[in-house]
């Protein structure tokens, strides 16, 4: 086998793998985008059903954790598509997607809050404070990536060739 032949082989095994990641992108993205969508219409459907039942506030907090997971979805699905247009796997969207779900998290855990304490239990107190203390810590931890991204980009961490 000769040099040339090493590098057509490697080229066509290139191309199929490039080719490959395309489909699996297009696949993720359009399943992600369905997800989104069908979560949207279910929340709507949830929404309407709890204004005109008079129920709205009462569902709040899980249409505030429906919402934010449709959001959540909805950057993932960015995050594909950015890998697959630009054919780069960059960080700062993936720091944004974990911003998003730990913003999610602490949301819901603070509107939560009011009926775990009524059990006035120690331990769900504890547990909650620390889980709190914890998504602080990791909000401070990722928005200070970000804010180092922005200062000075890395640009890609993987890059496919053309």
């Given at each position: 086998m000769s040099k040339h032949d090493g590098e057509s082989t490697r080229d066509w095994l290139t191309r199929i793998f490039s080719w490959v990641e395309d489909i699996i992108y297009i696949g993720l993205g359009i399943l992600l985008a369905a997800s989104a969508?069908?979560?949207?219409?279910?929340?709507?459907?949830?929404?309407?059903?709890?204004?005109?039942?008079?129920?709205?506030?009462?569902?709040?907090?899980?249409?505030?954790?429906?919402?934010?997971?449709?959001?959540?979805?909805?950057?993932?699905?960015y995050t594909v598509q950015v890998s697959f247009r630009e054919h780069k796997l960059a960080p700062e969207p993936f720091l944004l997607v974990g911003l998003i779900a730990v913003v999610r998290r602490l949301l819901v855990l603070t509107a939560e809050l009011p009926q775990m304490l009524e059990k006035a239990d120690p331990v769900i107190f504890r547990q909650v404070a620390i889980e709190l203390g914890l998504l602080g810590v990791l909000i401070v931890a990722l928005v200070a990536s970000l804010v180092m991204l922005r200062r000075h980009p890395l640009g890609a961490v993987a890059e496919r060739g053309a």
């Amino acid at each position: 086998m000769s040099k040339h032949d090493g590098e057509s082989t490697r080229d066509w095994l290139t191309r199929i793998f490039s080719w490959v990641e395309d489909i699996i992108y297009i696949g993720l993205g359009i399943l992600l985008a369905a997800s989104a969508l069908t979560l949207l219409a279910t929340a709507g459907h949830t929404f309407w059903v709890n204004l005109v039942g008079g129920t709205l506030s009462q569902n709040m907090i899980e249409m505030l954790d429906r919402l934010l997971l449709i959001l959540l979805i909805v950057e993932v699905t960015y995050t594909v598509q950015v890998s697959f247009r630009e054919h780069k796997l960059a960080p700062e969207p993936f720091l944004l997607v974990g911003l998003i779900a730990v913003v999610r998290r602490l949301l819901v855990l603070t509107a939560e809050l009011p009926q775990m304490l009524e059990k006035a239990d120690p331990v769900i107190f504890r547990q909650v404070a620390i889980e709190l203390g914890l998504l602080g810590v990791l909000i401070v931890a990722l928005v200070a990536s970000l804010v180092m991204l922005r200062r000075h980009p890395l640009g890609a961490v993987a890059e496919r060739g053309a």
